[in-house]
């Protein structure tokens, strides 16, 4: 089995920053991809941002340029760096890793934590 402990959400003022962390630990061979989704009430959980194993990235439209995804494989850490936040960023925000053991292959999310950005 493989757990993702998240840490850093908070409240944060519109145009702040804040950074969130993901760390892996269980049965890893492997971490093929990384990521960060976020989902608000009524509303289905949503890709923020992705790295793959040969560190390419993909962003949502909404957060290019604000938004840096990266990633510590010696860790299996995930990092979100979120920059000039916007009220709409208001989000419960999952982390995501897809995980090859050495036998099986999964995906695991993280428990969400919140991340509010008001004044």
């Known amino acids: 089995q493989v757990q993702l402990v998240e840490s850093g959400g908070g409240l944060v003022q519109p145009g702040g920053s804040r950074r969130l962390s993901c760390a892996a630990s269980g049965t890893i061979f492997r971490i093929n991809t990384m990521g960060w989704y976020r989902q608000v009430p009524g509303k289905q959980r949503e890709l923020v941002a992705s790295?793959?194993?040969?560190?390419?990235?993909i962003y949502a439209d909404s957060v290019k340029g604000r938004f840096t995804c990266s990633s510590d494989n010696a860790k299996r850490t995930v990092y979100l760096q979120m920059n000039s936040l916007k009220p709409e960023d208001t989000a419960v925000y999952f982390c995501y890793m897809n995980v090859h053991s050495g036998v099986w292959t999964k995906g695991y999310w993280g428990q969400g934590t919140q991340v509010t950005v008001s004044s």
């Open positions: 790295i793959n194993s040969d560190a390419t990235t």
